[in-house]
């Protein structure tokens, strides 16, 4: 497969990928990581809580970049499917009726 360098436009197109798994964890990591920095921030805690969650937002805002970078990686399963050529055209005579 040639490798062309991709425009940015396309790289971000990557992301959306509804039927990947890592595209949902992603979404619910980066939705997560403000949730509870928003506890740390107005809820009174004590220094241990404070610190807990505070480890546990950034780890989560790690975890759903490293997603993300992964995602811009990855070929959408589609595009792989369509490269390979195992996705056929069907034409309109084909169909059962």
């Avoid at 241990?48 to 959408?76: H, K, S, Y």
């Avoid at 399963?77 to 996705?87: P, T």
Wanted: aromatic share 8%; proline share 9%.
């Amino acid at each position: 497969m040639d490798s062309q360098p991709l425009s940015p436009l396309s790289r971000l197109s990557r992301l959306y990928q509804p039927r990947n798994p890592l595209f949902w964890l992603m979404l619910v990591l980066n939705g997560l990581s403000p949730l509870l920095s928003w506890v740390v921030h107005n809820r009174p805690l004590n220094a241990a809580a404070a610190l807990l969650l505070t480890c546990f937002a950034i780890g989560n805002a790690v975890l759903g970049m490293w997603l993300v970078w992964r995602l811009l990686q990855d070929e959408p399963a589609g595009a792989q499917d369509v490269a390979q050529g195992s996705i056929s055209q069907e034409s309109p005579s084909d169909k059962p009726s």
